[in-house]
């Protein structure tokens, strides 16, 4: 069974970066798409990009510019970085799986609240 589960501080402030990792059991990171979505409060998901199995990281075009998506393998681990952060960022954000070829996300994190604000 594959978890995921995402950790990182809930308050960010305006101008700041938001870091978020991602620590996944039952499963390597080395395979398969691992990406980040969230969900600002009261509207839909969001998908921000993910790391493919060849550690090539793919980008929302809306984010592209302060998103960064890394991995470290000896951790088992995924991390997203989004740079000059404002309060529109605040949103719950997921970790999750996709496997190569699918259209699915078929493993999920609980998600983890960030708020921007000073």
């Known amino acids: 069974q594959v978890q995921l589960q995402e950790s990182g501080p809930g308050l960010v402030k305006p101008s700041q970066t938001l870091s978020l990792t991602c620590t996944v059991s039952?499963?390597?990171?080395?395979?398969?798409?691992w990406s980040w979505i969230r969900q600002p409060p009261g509207k839909g998901l969001e998908w921000i990009g993910f790391?493919?199995?060849?550690?090539?990281?793919y980008y929302s075009p809306f984010l592209k510019s302060r998103t960064s998506i890394s991995r470290d393998t000896s951790k088992n681990q995924f991390s997203l970085q989004l740079t000059s952060v404002t309060p529109e960022d605040t949103a719950l954000y997921y970790c999750t799986r996709r496997v190569a070829g699918a259209t699915l996300y078929d493993y999920w994190g609980q998600g983890t609240q960030v708020t921007v604000s000073s």
């Open positions: 039952g499963g390597s990171i080395t395979t398969n798409y």
């Open positions: 790391i493919s199995n060849s550690d090539t990281g």
